[in-house]
């Protein structure tokens, strides 16, 4: 069984820079890990993954150029790196994986949920 626990989230400025950790544990090997996040009242939203077998990356248009998304696989982790952060940016934020490795944007493809990690951006 793949458990996923993100950690990082909170309460930040406009203009300003986090880091999202999510901490896999269960047999990993082999999963894409991807980003999503909810906004209030809005569906869920791809916002990043990275593929294990060869850490192809892909983001959201929305999100392109300002996170980052890796992997330390000694640490079993996935972080994405938020800058240049603004308001639209609010949402909780979910760490995902995918037995099938295909860093899809489709939340459908994707087995494993975290609890997600609450982001909020002040203007």
């Known amino acids: 069984q793949v458990q996923l626990a993100e950690s990082g989230g909170g309460l930040v400025r406009a203009g300003d820079s986090l880091t999202l950790s999510c901490r896999a544990s269960?047999?990993?090997?082999?999963?894409?890990t991807g980003w999503f996040r909810q906004a209030p009242g809005k569906g869920r939203e791809f916002v990043a993954s990275?593929?294990?077998?060869?850490?192809?990356?892909y983001y959201a248009t929305s999100v392109q150029g300002r996170f980052t998304i890796s992997r330390d696989n000694a640490k079993n982790t996935v972080y994405l790196q938020m800058n240049s952060l603004n308001s639209e940016d609010t949402a909780v934020y979910y760490c995902?994986?995918?037995?099938?490795?295909?860093?899809?944007?489709?939340?459908?493809?994707?087995?494993?949920w975290g609890q997600g990690t609450q982001v909020t951006v002040s203007s």
């Open positions: 995902t994986a995918d037995s099938l490795d295909g860093g899809s944007y489709a939340s459908a493809d994707y087995d494993y």
């Open positions: 269960g047999h990993t090997a082999g999963y894409a």
């Open positions: 990275i593929r294990w077998s060869d850490s192809r990356t």
